[in-house]
């Protein structure tokens, strides 16, 4: 049951985040992002929140360190939009699955031509 729940509340945390970082926060540091999920522990301490953020290394640091300065402006209005009783801590990471996935379309569309090339 507590399953459950945790999903339901990371999913609409997704969607508030999304919107947040969008919409609200002006650190020129934080570049171009895309909200790829929300992990929120069962009993709705922790949430890791999964970032797809273009641009070099350096990019992506700077993106998550101007995050991690507004956390907890981010988890305070995450608080206000959902109701819920304490807010759950917001730690940010980097994923990497669609540089990845990218990566292995392009491997597939050379193979295909009969490129070689890495």
Do not use: C, W
Request: hydrophobic share 35%.
């Amino acid at each position: 049951m507590a399953n459950i729940r945790a999903g339901r509340v990371g999913e609409q945390m997704k969607k508030e985040l999304s919107q947040l970082i969008q919409l609200e926060l002006k650190d020129p540091r934080i570049g171009f992002i895309t909200v790829t999920g929300v992990d929120v522990t069962n009993d709705l301490s922790l949430a890791r929140v999964y970032l797809s953020v273009m641009g070099d290394e350096e990019q992506k640091e700077q993106t998550i360190k101007a995050l991690d300065k507004a956390s907890g402006f981010l988890r305070s209005e995450v608080g206000k939009r959902i109701r819920l009783r304490h807010t759950p801590e917001l730690t940010f990471k980097i994923d990497a699955s669609i540089e990845y996935g990218s990566r292995i379309e392009k491997l597939l569309g050379d193979i295909r031509e009969g490129n070689d090339t890495p």
